[in-house]
């Protein structure tokens, strides 16, 4: 029990982090026209509002999570696949971007992201002021001083096996 708050306490400060680089943080990105720019993921929030720790206890391991399109900030969207038509329109709105959701869509699926034109499909800069050693010290002195203050109890009986 102590080892997963320990490490939820150690997790959440970092998840709010990953939360706040989504809102935030301008992504570097590359136009059709091979021109650049620079902005932030945040459209509707749903993302960034996702991004939470995720504790199997049984296992006492621990997870950053968020919705799956994640991945298409992170690396960007390669071509391919039609992306859905629907959650265009919807970013569409959100950003207040003129043009057809659909015609959006093909050229996704034509030429990938601004993300992944930028970084073909390397790791975007979204996260670079992420610390994850951040509350690491403190994370450690939690379990040093619960692991000194079990062995000084007195209410620890330690046997042999």
Do not use: C, M
């Not at 932030?40 to 049984?58: C, Q, Y």
């Not at 996704?108 to 002021?129: D, K, L, P």
């Amino acid at each position: 029990v102590f080892l997963n708050s320990a490490l939820e306490e150690y997790l959440n400060p970092l998840a709010a982090q990953y939360s706040e680089a989504l809102r935030s943080h301008p992504i570097k990105r590359k136009r059709l026209d091979g021109s650049g720019f620079e902005s932030p993921a945040f459209a509707t929030g749903r993302l960034a509002e996702s991004v939470r720790v995720d504790i199997d206890a049984a296992q006492s391991v621990a997870y950053i999570v968020a919705l799956y399109y994640v991945e298409f900030v992170v690396y960007g969207r390669r071509p391919g696949k039609l992306p859905p038509v629907d959650r265009i329109r919807d970013w569409t709105i959100a950003k207040n971007i003129p043009g057809n959701p659909f015609a959006i869509s093909k050229a996704i699926a034509e030429s990938g992201t601004s993300i992944f034109r930028e970084f073909q499909g390397a790791a975007s800069n979204v996260f670079e002021n992420v610390d994850p050693n951040a509350g690491f010290s403190d994370l450690r002195a939690s379990v040093f001083n619960f692991a000194k203050n079990a062995l000084f109890s007195k209410n620890i009986n330690l046997t042999r096996t």
